[in-house]
């Protein structure tokens, strides 16, 4: 079935410093979304890439879909107490499936 | 728009005991997803529904677990008999159409069986 590998699967920073997770797939993609989930909470969407090269921003959040569709990338510019939490990258399998990584959770130290 | 929603939040339980979790999922959306979360699997698909109609039920781990969606607004999981290793939070989900894409989460059941 469908898999995809995330990294890192921690990552802790000094508040002000920039932070990215991967994720990669050894089969080309339809499209790829991206979920947070605070400590104690669900996972909530934050984007869908849909197009090869594809390249979002969300305030000092961007989105990168790799050229051949089989990775993809969250960057954080200049971290924050609130982005703590865990980013999912979730891709859909043949079957409708939303498979989610492994996640990578975001420490920030203030 | 109150969201996905979960009952019960929190649920303690012992051993071979059933255990029933329930999620009303947006109104108008066709699609719902159950998913289980641990530390160890992450989050993993158990079942999900179109139309109120199973589609896929090859994540759920075994015949202790069963699921329903009798009507549009109501899907139950259940566990019977429950067992210590079923310790997760359980997370509805639900998504108008598949090309929408996004799945909205409900707050979760978080499951102890002692």
């Known amino acids: 079935g469908q898999q995809v590998m995330q990294i890192p699967q921690y990552q802790h920073v000094q508040e002000g410093e920039d932070f990215t997770t991967y994720c990669n797939s050894s089969?080309?993609?339809?499209?790829i979304q991206w979920y947070k989930q605070r400590p104690g909470g669900h996972p909530v969407f934050l984007i869908q890439l849909v197009k090869s090269g594809e390249v979002k921003k969300q305030k000092r959040l961007t989105f990168q879909f790799g050229e051949a569709k089989k990775n993809s990338s969250l960057h954080i510019t200049a971290t924050q107490t609130t982005d703590v939490g865990t980013y999912f990258c979730a891709v859909m399998d043949s079957s409708y499936k939303l498979i989610f990584g492994s996640g990578t959770r975001l420490l920030v130290r203030p | 728009d109150a969201g996905v929603i979960q009952s019960p939040r929190h649920e303690v339980t012992e051993m071979g005991q059933e255990v029933t979790l329930r999620c009303k999922p947006i109104s108008g959306h066709d699609y719902l997803f159950w998913y289980r979360q641990t530390m160890m699997r992450g989050l993993e698909l158990l079942i999900y529904?179109?139309?109120?109609?199973?589609?896929?039920d090859s994540g759920m781990p075994e015949d202790r677990f069963s699921a329903k969606m009798p009507n549009a607004s109501f899907s139950t999981l259940k566990i019977q008999p429950s067992e210590p290793r079923d310790s997760a939070v359980y997370f509805c989900a639900s998504t108008l159409g598949l090309v929408v894409g996004e799945l909205f989460f409900g707050e979760g059941s978080r499951l102890t069986v002692l």
């Open positions: 089969t080309t993609l339809s499209n």
């Open positions: 529904f179109n139309n109120n109609v199973p589609i896929d």
